[in-house]
């Protein structure tokens, strides 16, 4: 396969105003679901604000879109939308003004469209996490937010939804139909705020602004879930055993989680904990205890996952994935290696260094027949590379990801705050 004849998604396509014909479309499509969540939406701070201005969003699930239609009615927004969003219908997505985005690169032509829809006039919608939630909780911020703020000088305005994931958690997107659920709509900062602001304090305020906890949402409001089913695919998230520390070895079956090690079993709670017959524990918290077992390999350079087998997709543009070929993954404290040999005997290759990502993109049984995958981007493709036939969690190497960022950073002599990269 001649990887340079592929043709390549257009990444300089200018921003388009939602068509006039498509702008009471968004805002049709989202009010059911809004509806049915009875979906409680606090504006703060948010008096005579029209746009231009600059929407910044948490992301647990699809809903999230939803109900930013309808939070900023009868305004529509130019959303960023990473390139999987697009296929099979991007003539339709342009149309409503979203913008696509390659995950994790940096990409000065994005800040071009972002400075764009500004001077249009226009509401930039930004998921600055880059990906659903893995747990509920707050994922690391790039400490590039502080800057753009700075640089589009327009109102700056949060939405943190709540409840999202306990409705259609990232490891199991059966819908819970969770009500009611909750959203905060805050203008963080004016123009003149921004002003006289440093980029610090903004992303200070914006780290600030970005925690939430939607196990502890839920148990605050006593909201139960009852779907029989509700424990299964746990075990992407809590890959390593609380009770032996074995590896890839967890498994789950109705409302249970259980070590296939050890045999240790915990029951999922109507309320979303995990209780054996000594304890309680929350899922954000095992996940915690498990980054910092991640940690601890990566400080003693120590991290490694070994030569896995992967087939990798290539998504070049966004008509379809092809099939790239068979290959080799490694993550290890230089970063990610992808190497392998496509049908036609020609050789393909993706190094990703450790300085070049501060966390990545990572999907579960995408699409619901290719199983687990890492998502690694450059500016011009995007690579889905399926590990197989052997012990691996993505989730792992997602951790690590950040982990080894961050360990750099501090070599370095430049760390940055909690909670941003």
């Known amino acids: 396969m001649n990887q340079q004849t592929l043709e390549r998604f257009d990444m300089k396509a ?18 059911p679901d809004v509806l049915f969540h009875r979906t409680k939406i606090k504006k703060t701070r948010m008096e005579g604000l029209k746009p231009p201005y600059l929407l910044l969003c948490n ?58 829809v500004i001077e249009n006039g226009d509401i930039c919608m930004i998921y600055p996490e880059a990906r659903y939630s893995l747990c509920g909780t707050t994922a690391v ?3 590039s937010l502080g800057s753009l703020c700075k640089l589009l000088k327009v109102p700056v305005v949060t939405l943190i939804c709540h409840g999202h994931h306990i409705d259609s958690p990232f ?23 921004l002003a006289a602001a440093s980029k610090e304090a903004i992303n200070e305020r914006l780290v600030s ?20 089913k509700r424990a299964e695919g746990l075990e992407k998230v809590l890959y390593q055993c609380r009770h032996c520390g074995a590896e890839y070895r967890m498994a789950s079956r109705g409302t249970e989680l259980f070590c296939r090690a050890c045999g240790k079993t915990w029951q999922y709670t109507e309320l979303g904990e995990l209780q054996d017959e000594k304890e309680t524990l929350r899922i954000p918290d095992w996940y915690e205890w498990e980054r910092a ?44 290696s992808v190497r392998g040999v496509d049908a036609d005997g020609d050789p393909f ?17 995408y699409l619901g027949k290719f199983g687990d995958c890492v998502d690694l981007n450059t500016l011009e493709d995007t690579w ?4 197989h036939d052997c012990d691996f969690a993505v989730t792992k190497m997602a951790l690590a990801t950040e982990e080894l960022y961050q360990k750099w950073r501090r070599d370095s002599g430049k760390p940055n705050p909690p909670g941003l990269a």
């Open 14 to 31: 200018p921003p388009m105003h939602t068509a006039w014909y498509l702008r009471p479309l968004t805002h049709v499509l989202s009010a």
């Open 59 to 116: 992301h647990n699930a699809f809903f999230d879109f939803k109900v930013a239609m309808m939070a900023i009615y009868p305004h529509c927004a130019n959303p960023i939308v990473a390139i999987d969003g697009f296929i099979g219908r991007e003539w339709l997505l342009r149309k409503v003004g979203c913008i696509c985005k390659r995950k994790f690169t940096s990409d000065m032509m994005l800040v071009k469209q972002i400075i764009k």
């Open 141 to 143: 911020l790039p400490a």
């Open 171 to 193: 490891w199991n997107l059966h819908k819970r139909g969770i009500k009611p659920t909750e959203a905060e709509m805050t203008v963080l900062f004016t123009p003149e705020e």
């Open 209 to 228: 602004a970005f925690q939430y906890d939607d196990y502890a949402w839920q148990k605050e409001r006593g909201i139960r879930v009852t779907y029989p």
């Open 293 to 336: 077992n991640v940690k601890k390999e990566v400080e003693a350079g120590l991290y490694d996952s070994g030569e896995l087998p992967v087939t990798v997709r290539s998504l070049p543009n966004a008509k379809r994935f092809i099939l790239l070929g068979e290959g080799k993954l490694r993550h290890s404290m230089d970063g990610f």
């Open 349 to 365: 290759e993706m190094l990703k260094p450790v300085p070049s990502l501060y966390s990545c993109h990572i999907e579960y049984e």
């Open 384 to 387: 889905y590379i399926y590990p």
